[in-house]
């Protein structure tokens, strides 16, 4: 047993030097304040889609609403194949707000992964340099074009990755799911303080179709079916680092939907997580190892203090230590993402071990679903 305790600390020791190395990170990232520039920079937005009738009207409605000049704009939609009435819902609007510069296009697939298909059929035909994607089952703040351009004026960047919150229903599962991605949003926004930048969210991430070009998209990672957003990201890292920003503003922040059952978000969290085999940041792929190993020490661990095999107090002292540290990063990045009375999240930190090791164990070998299909590892 001192050996199974001697592990369990150093597992300890690490994570919660990364973590804390994280928390430093993000204290580095700077609130961007917006500036009375004029707006120059002209958007070509890709939203990517299928069977989204439900979620549609009101990303659109949202990019309708827009403060920025509607001339700069131009969104391309993608339709992957849609069952449902989803291509009805686009044409629509379309018809209904003929003063926007809008697209429709049937998905072309080339490869394993549909989205990166969506996202290279639409690249050759738009007319502007800056792209940024978002996804159908999100609604965008009225001044998010705009104050990406007061940063670009400002920053001169290539790509810009901005942050994602859900917008959640009063009840705990919904709760478990903003924690859980309050998680990732920490851990961006603290890799680029500590300049290994590694993870983004599709769903409002920016780049010039110079750097996609120059990058060569997502060639080298077609076999993956997810990770249009963090391949991509990784490539640029790679070759002009400098040039990769994180903007910290709250009208940048883009909000999403929460899953509604637990299979679905299983799947959804399976789907993000097999994406880890593919980074090529040995940072990243060290972090999440060790995230893994330390969530599945806990279970472990409580599995051998059922069985009388681990004293509960060296659990408890374990699970106390790993939740401070995880609070501190939590909590900060609350503080940024959506300013509100932050509860003690005690139970969800409780299944949380047992939920994610599930997932990185199954998303190691598992297939999992997405949109109606199912894709292999």
């Known amino acids: 047993m001192e050996i199974i305790t001697i592990v369990l600390y150093l597992i300890l020791l690490v ?44 990303l659109l409605q949202s990019i309708s609403n827009l403060n920025y000049p509607h001339q700069l704009v131009e ?30 296009l049937e998905n072309l697939r080339l490869s394993n992964s549909p989205k990166k ?29 705009l104050t990406l351009d007061h ?57 010039t179709k110079k750097l996609f070009n120059e990058l060569d998209g997502f060639n080298g990672n077609n076999k993956m079916a997810s990770g249009d957003d963090v391949f991509l990201l990784q490539k640029a890292v790679k070759n002009h680092l400098a040039q990769v920003h994180y903007i910290k503003n709250t ?10 059952d637990l299979f679905k978000l299983f799947m959804q969290r399976v789907r993000w997580a097999s994406k880890t085999t593919g980074y090529q940041s040995s940072y990243a792929k060290s972090l999440a190892v060790i995230v893994l190993l330390m969530n599945l020490s806990l279970v472990v661990s409580f599995a051998l203090w059922i069985a009388d095999g681990l004293d509960w107090r060296i659990l408890v002292k374990v699970f106390v230590i790993k939740y401070v540290v995880d609070y501190v990063l939590l909590y900060k990045t609350n503080a ?24 990185g164990i199954y998303s190691l070998f598992g297939s999992f679903t997405w949109k109606g299909r199912t894709f292999s590892k």
Not at 17 to 25: D, N, S, T, V
Not at 251 to 260: A, G, L, M, Y
Not at 336 to 354: D, E, Q, T, W
Request: glycine share 4%; proline share 5%.
């Open 15 to 58: 994570y919660s030097l990364l973590i804390l190395q994280l928390i430093f990170g993000s204290r580095k990232i700077k609130t961007f304040e917006s500036t009375n520039l004029a707006p120059q920079t002209a958007f070509s937005i890709i939203i990517p889609f299928r069977n989204e009738e439900k979620n549609l009207p009101k």
């Open 75 to 104: 969104i391309v939609m993608v339709d992957d194949f849609s069952t449902d009435s989803s291509e009805r819902v686009c044409i629509k609007w379309r018809l209904d707000h003929d003063h926007l510069d809008t697209t429709l």
């Open 117 to 145: 298909d969506a996202i290279g059929r639409a690249v050759p035909i738009i007319k502007h340099n800056w792209i940024i994607t978002t996804d159908a089952d999100c609604t965008v703040n009225k001044n998010w074009l």
């Open 151 to 207: 940063y670009i004026q400002t920053n001169q960047p290539e790509m810009i990755v901005g942050a994602v919150v859900y917008k959640t229903k009063n009840n705990w599962f919904h709760r478990f799911q903003q924690l859980d991605l309050l998680s990732l949003q920490g851990a961006t926004i603290g890799s680029f303080g500590i300049g290994k930048p590694f993870m983004c969210n599709g769903a409002n991430f920016a780049y």
């Open 251 to 260: 009208d940048s922040i883009v909000k999403t939907k929460p899953e509604n």
């Open 336 to 359: 940024y993402l959506l300013k509100g009375k932050f509860i003690l999240p005690l139970a969800s930190s409780i299944i949380y071990p047992f939920f994610s090791s599930l997932v």
